[in-house]
Nanobody
């Protein structure tokens, strides 16, 4: 699966952005997907993930209630709606696909569980 993320930009605190990730390949619908972010000097962290069948989602505590991950398997797209943005959300955001096709249980939660990465899109939140 090849991935292309977009939608980043500069926004004021309290604002919203919607990140999009376009995936290539006929098997996109069989992969769990995730959004990671990496701020300068910090490790890459999982922000949100969604199971290939969409019935399970995961959110980091820092974004719960503000971010929503969704996917459109017919369009090979995954989205991250980010509301009430805070300066600490500033980072490069990456979309990523599970290393395993049709994971039987749960969703991947660590970077090593993911096998394909997009190029990243920068989100900057000003105070």
């Amino acid at each position: 699966v090849q991935l292309q993320a977009s939608g980043g930009g500069l926004v004021q605190a309290g604002g919203s952005l919607r990140l999009s990730c376009a995936a290539s390949g006929r098997t996109f619908s069989m992969y769990c997907m995730g959004w990671f972010r990496q701020a300068p000097g910090k490790e890459r962290e999982l922000v949100a993930a969604i199971r290939w069948s969409s019935e399970i989602t995961y959110y980091a505590d820092s974004v719960k209630g503000r971010f929503t991950i969704s996917r459109d398997n017919a369009e090979n797209m995954v989205y991250l709606q980010m509301n009430n943005l805070k300066p600490e959300d500033t980072a490069v955001y990456y979309c990523s696909a599970d290393r395993i096709m049709k994971r039987v249980l749960g969703i991947p939660l660590v970077p090593d569980d993911f096998g394909s990465w997009g190029q990243g899109t920068l989100v900057t939140v000003s105070s």
